[in-house]
């Protein structure tokens, strides 16, 4: 088996032309050659008509139901490199990517990462969408050490995922892994101008239900094994984040001096997005999670 000195996780859940403009741009790297593991949950269809287009992408075949979370846990134990690194199958990342990012953990980092800009700019609802989800991890970021990282533009020392392997277990998203790495002492590190894009195009329904299910996801998994009474408490206060987290976003795009024009625009869309995401987790604090973790795409 070739030796690759970075292993790349890609959770597959959405079509297969997302993912192609992914591998592309992994597989055209001026650097080291990654070592790609596309955990699908799509089915054999898709598992076939990817292996007959990328054949030297390693493919891990996942029930329909298993959540992102479970596929990166699936990716990472599978991975061979020294380095591992974590993407979406939607983001695209620049063509020094794998030196860049191994020069960071030649360095010292344990774990470094990047900003993410929007590469979906043909339609309003994709910039609004993009601009709900990711206006904290646009550019520019603050350089150097960090108390949080993006989780879908990140490599990691594989020695030091193993020491949080079971974790991996936990279903959570990255957060809960790197605020348990932070306080462990794993030093985590920003980089502003290792800059991947994110090219995801949604319709208006899609996004609203993906936001919803989001938040549902994340609001149940936060108060799992709670009291009735504190649940019942958390969701009431939820019914005030749709005007904290519009203003956010207008904050944050504000504060970073770019995209300006297009968050104007964006401004009536953001108001049912941000209604979903505060609806979401409502039902999450008071109904759980339920299923909606493993719908997320």
């Given at each position: 088996m070739k030796h690759h000195q970075i292993s790349v996780v890609v959770p597959c859940t959405n079509a297969l032309s997302d993912?192609?403009?992914?591998?592309?741009?992994?597989?055209?790297?001026?650097?080291?050659?990654?070592?790609?593991?596309?955990?699908?949950?799509l089915g054999p269809e898709f598992t076939s008509r990817l292996e007959a287009e990328f054949p030297t992408i390693r493919t891990i075949s996942v029930a329909a139901d298993t959540t992102i979370p479970q596929m990166r846990a699936v990716g990472i134990r599978?991975?061979?490199?020294?380095?591992?690194?974590?993407?979406?199958?939607?983001?695209?990342?620049?063509?020094?990517?794998?030196?860049?990012?191994?020069?960071?953990?030649?360095?010292?980092?344990?774990?470094?990462?990047?900003?993410?800009?929007?590469?979906?700019?043909?339609?309003?609802?994709?910039?609004?969408?993009?601009?709900?989800?990711?206006?904290?991890?646009?550019?520019?970021?603050?350089?150097?050490?960090?108390?949080?990282?993006?989780?879908?533009?990140?490599?990691?020392?594989?020695?030091?995922?193993?020491?949080?392997?079971?974790?991996?277990?936990?279903?959570?998203?990255?957060?809960?892994?790197?605020?348990?790495?932070?306080?462990?002492?794993?030093?985590?590190?920003?980089?502003?101008?290792?800059?991947?894009?994110?090219?995801?195009?949604?319709?208006?329904?899609?996004?609203?239900?993906?936001r919803y299910l989001y938040s549902k996801s994340f609001a149940g998994a936060r108060v799992r094994g709670e009291a009735f009474g504190k649940r019942i408490l958390m969701g009431l206060f939820a019914f005030a984040l749709p005007p904290l987290v519009y203003f956010r976003v207008v904050r944050n795009v504000l504060s970073k001096g770019r995209h300006i024009r297009q968050l104007l625009l964006s401004l009536p869309l953001l108001v049912p997005f941000s209604l979903s995401w505060g609806l979401g987790e409502v039902a999450g604090y008071w109904f759980g999670a339920g299923q909606s973790l493993s719908r997320v795409r």
């Open positions: 993912f192609r403009a992914c591998a592309t741009a992994l597989q055209s790297q001026t650097g080291p050659q990654p070592e790609i593991i596309a955990v699908i949950r599978a991975a061979s490199a020294d380095a591992i690194g974590v993407l979406e199958d939607h983001v695209i990342v620049p063509r020094d990517w794998t030196e860049r990012m191994l020069g960071e953990i030649a360095a010292g980092s344990d774990v470094v990462a990047g900003p993410v800009d929007n590469d979906a700019t043909d339609t309003l609802v994709d910039w609004a969408a993009f601009l709900c989800e990711y206006s904290a991890v646009l550019p520019p970021l603050n350089d150097g050490p960090s108390d949080w990282l993006p989780g879908n533009n990140t490599v990691y020392r594989s020695d030091v995922l193993k020491r949080f392997d079971a974790l991996l277990d936990d279903g959570k998203w990255e957060n809960h892994l790197h605020d348990h790495m932070r306080a462990e002492g794993v030093s985590l590190t920003l980089r502003n101008d290792i800059i991947s894009g994110h090219r995801m195009h949604y319709t208006f329904g899609l996004y609203l239900t993906q």
